[in-house]
């Protein structure tokens, strides 16, 4: 599981989906219209025991996987690369440039929609 996931590791649907796994919580008591955060996973996952421990090397294969990508790129002169997440008529200020983007939404049909948009922008 934990080969067939890793390149998918920057989808947030799935990361929500193995801690209900971990977790024990049911899927479709999850709402996935919410934002991807800290405290919308907090609210979801807070008061809960770990279940299913088995998931936790799954978890850390898609870490592993993210944290080689990252590091794969860092000397890449675009590096950061540019928030695609990013409306397209935003101008590019100083201001724009420091702020914290927003958070990503555990929707699967966006994140996948952002994905191919990305996709064909590298192409």
């Known amino acids: ?72 790129y860092q000397d890449d002169p675009d590096s950061p690369a540019p928030d695609k997440f990013a409306t397209e008529n935003q101008p590019q200020t100083f201001e724009a440039s420091i702020s914290r983007p927003s958070a990503r939404s555990m929707e699967l049909a966006k994140e996948l929609a952002s994905r191919r948009k990305s996709a064909v922008c590298f192409e």
């Open 1 to 72: 599981m934990a080969h067939r996931l890793k390149q998918w590791w920057d989808i947030p649907t799935l990361w929500s989906i193995l801690f209900s796994v971990m977790f024990g919580v049911d899927v479709a008591d999850i709402d996935f219209d919410r934002p991807f955060e800290f405290f919308s996973l907090l609210e979801i996952f807070g008061d809960r025991q770990v279940v299913f421990p088995d998931v936790l090397p799954v978890i850390t294969a898609l870490l592993q996987h993210g944290l080689r990508d990252i590091l794969k």
